[in-house]
């Protein structure tokens, strides 16, 4: 068995929490939809810095403006199929994400914002790196909100990270929140008010990717 794990890290001005959970999946090729999403790429493409991102950080992206675009298509494009390959995932979180993606409708776009770009990967290599364990504080104790005031970010400011064998499946895993009653991630996720993103990627290990979304306001 190979484990996916997925994290939300949410600051507010007064307090700050974090929430985690781990889900464990066998190792299987992940099916992604056959068409692309062409308004998404071309809005990613003209994202500055966009070029200058790993594939695994362009896959982050993508599958998240995606779910944003067109929640319902990506519903059952990508998620159905991905419930087929993982039986266990098919709980009553995934009930409830399918109502959310219904009743959503569009959302923004995520623009990059090259800030929350270098600090992503910045963290993603740091933990990574050093095979340290997924946090969302680096591996020389610079926590999560240090890290935002470093990067720029006065305003609100959330971070989802996750480890998981490819980028779509991590977004998935994040979307259902599974065993995470508050499903801070989805919310996260689905939040209009949020409109600035960051993405890293770096290989942890041999065969998972540690991915970091830095969200933020606009600023």
Same mark, same amino acid.
């Given at each position: 068995?190979?484990?996916?794990?997925?994290?939300?890290?949410?600051?507010?001005?007064?307090?700050?929490?974090?929430?985690?959970?781990?889900?464990?999946?066998?190792?299987?090729?992940? $099916?992604?939809?056959?068409?692309?999403? *062409?308004?998404?790429?071309?809005?990613?493409? #003209?994202?500055? %810095?966009? !070029?200058? /991102?790993?594939?695994?950080?362009?896959?982050?992206l993508y599958w998240t403006n995606f779910s944003r675009n067109?929640?319902?298509?990506?519903?059952?494009?990508?998620?159905?199929?991905?419930?087929?390959?993982? $039986?266990?995932?098919?709980?009553?979180? *995934?009930?409830?994400?399918?109502?959310?993606? #219904?009743?959503? %409708?569009? !959302?923004? /776009?995520?623009?990059?914002?090259?800030?929350?770009?270098?600090?992503?990967?910045?963290?993603?290599?740091?933990?990574?790196?050093?095979?340290?364990?997924?946090?969302?504080?680096?591996?020389?104790?610079?926590?999560?909100?240090?890290?935002?005031?470093?990067?720029?970010?006065?305003?609100?400011?959330?971070?989802?990270?996750? !480890?998981?064998?490819?980028?779509?499946?991590?977004?998935?895993?994040?979307?259902?929140?599974?065993?995470?009653?508050?499903?801070?991630?989805?919310?996260?996720?689905?939040?209009?008010?949020?409109?600035?993103?960051?993405?890293?990627s770096a290989l942890y290990g041999k065969d998972q990717w540690?991915?970091?979304?830095?969200?933020?306001?606009?600023?």
């Amino acid at each position: 068995m190979r484990k996916t794990l997925s994290f939300l890290f949410l600051v507010v001005p007064v307090f700050s929490f974090s929430q985690w959970s781990v889900v464990e999946l066998e190792t299987k090729q992940v $099916p992604e939809p056959v068409i692309r999403d *062409a308004e998404v790429d071309r809005w990613n493409l #003209s994202q500055p %810095g966009y !070029l200058l /991102l790993s594939k695994e950080a362009k896959g982050l992206l993508y599958w998240t403006n995606f779910s944003r675009n067109n929640p319902k298509i990506f519903w059952d494009s990508a998620v159905v199929p991905i419930l087929r390959l993982f $039986p266990s995932l098919n709980k009553q979180e *995934a009930r409830s994400l399918e109502l959310a993606f #219904s009743r959503v %409708g569009s !959302l923004p /776009l995520f623009t990059l914002n090259t800030q929350l770009v270098k600090t992503a990967q910045a963290h993603a290599a740091d933990i990574a790196g050093k095979n340290a364990r997924p946090s969302h504080t680096s591996t020389n104790g610079t926590d999560f909100g240090t890290r935002m005031k470093l990067a720029g970010i006065r305003k609100c400011a959330n971070e989802n990270i996750s !480890l998981s064998q490819s980028p779509l499946l991590a977004v998935v895993l994040l979307y259902l929140d599974i065993g995470l009653p508050e499903l801070g991630h989805r919310k996260t996720l689905l939040d209009p008010n949020l409109r600035e993103i960051g993405v890293g990627s770096a290989l942890y290990g041999k065969d998972q990717w540690f991915l970091v979304q830095d969200f933020a306001c606009q600023q």
